[in-house]
């Protein structure tokens, strides 16, 4: 796996939209606060614009993305927001310069599809927040994310929950937003899940639908395959006027208990205030007992 090199005082940031469309007010307070930190920041030509629920064209947004990974001297790539669209671009993407001069790409939710991509082209990213969140002022967010660019480990503590499964295990880290992850079900940019911890998040969908996403994976194989399990945020669920029955953490639940490898619940990440950076496709260690914990070095 190809480890993007730590960021340092004056390198280029590039911010873009290969999603949904955003305020273009937001990405300017992040480009500000990113140049407080002391980085250079560089806003892709259609990161502001509007087509329909999306920031650009097909085409506009690949052009910015593709031009920022093939940009020799550009550290980073933050994504502005996710959305919807990532899957729209993907199969176009040529990872020839990223892999000669290789950089973090930074993102969530929609961007789960650029993550499985990067890693099933052998590159590490970041799953982390996006310019809402620096512009926003989410502090430990922020804080997280720096971390990660800044420097080669980050270590998260976090209070137990009732349904976690305790356990030690270290292995690669993967995963993102559930319900893109099952969008990538049987194509060639769904990540290599066999041993791995994966990480599972999502917001506003149906418990239903939840509940068939769960059974798509177990009944794919893919519960028996990964060896540890870290569910962050399903934030915003939603219910039919006759209630499913189940929470989003008892309907996971359900669908693994049958397994023995650690499970951890309520993990900081997802679309919720301080979400938590981590690494996909570095390896991680994940505690989950009285002190439960996930770190990586990388």
């Known amino acids: 796996m190809i480890i993007p090199p730590k960021l340092k005082q ?33 806003i892709l030509k259609h990161a502001k614009g509007n087509y329909y629920q999306y920031a650009a064209t097909d085409s506009q947004r690949l052009e910015d993305l593709q031009n920022a990974l093939d940009n020799p001297e550009i550290s980073c790539i933050l994504c502005a927001r996710g959305g919807y ?9 040529n990872f020839t310069e990223i892999k000669k001069h290789p950089k973090w790409v930074v993102g969530f939710s929609d961007i789960t599809v650029l993550h499985s991509a990067f890693q099933n082209a052998g590159i590490a990213s970041i799953h982390g927040p996006m310019a809402k969140s620096i512009s926003n002022d989410d502090f430990i967010a922020a804080k997280y ?5 800044e420097n080669n480990n980050l270590e998260y503590n976090f209070k137990n ?38 990480l599972i998040e999502d917001l506003n969908e149906y ?26 945020g399903f934030t915003d669920m939603l219910d039919n006027d006759n209630p499913f029955g189940k929470n989003a953490y008892e309907i996971i639940a359900e ?4 397994y023995n490898y650690p499970i951890a619940f309520n993990f900081s990440v997802g679309h ?3 979400n938590h ?20 070095k990388w």
């Open 277 to 296: 950076s981590v690494v996909m496709g570095a390896e991680a260690e994940l505690c989950v007992d009285e002190s439960s914990h996930l770190s990586q």
């Open 161 to 198: 929950h009732f349904l976690n499964k305790t356990g030690k295990v270290k292995s690669l880290l993967t995963g993102g937003n559930l319900s893109v992850l099952a969008g990538l079900l049987g194509t060639p940019y769904m990540p290599d899940l066999k041993n791995k911890i994966l």
């Open 85 to 93: 669209g990532a899957i729209r671009i993907v199969d176009k993407l």
């Open 272 to 274: 919720i205030l301080g």
């Open 10 to 42: 004056n390198d280029l940031i590039a911010i873009l939209s290969p999603s949904g469309r955003i305020n273009s007010n937001i990405i300017d307070n992040a480009k500000t606060k990113l140049e407080q930190k002391g980085y250079r920041v560089k």
């Open 207 to 232: 418990l239903y639908k939840l509940d068939r996403i769960m059974w798509s994976f177990k009944l794919a194989g893919i519960f028996k395959q990964i060896r540890g399990l870290v569910v962050g």
């Open 145 to 149: 994310l720096f971390q990660a660019l």
């Open 255 to 258: 669908h693994v208990n049958e």
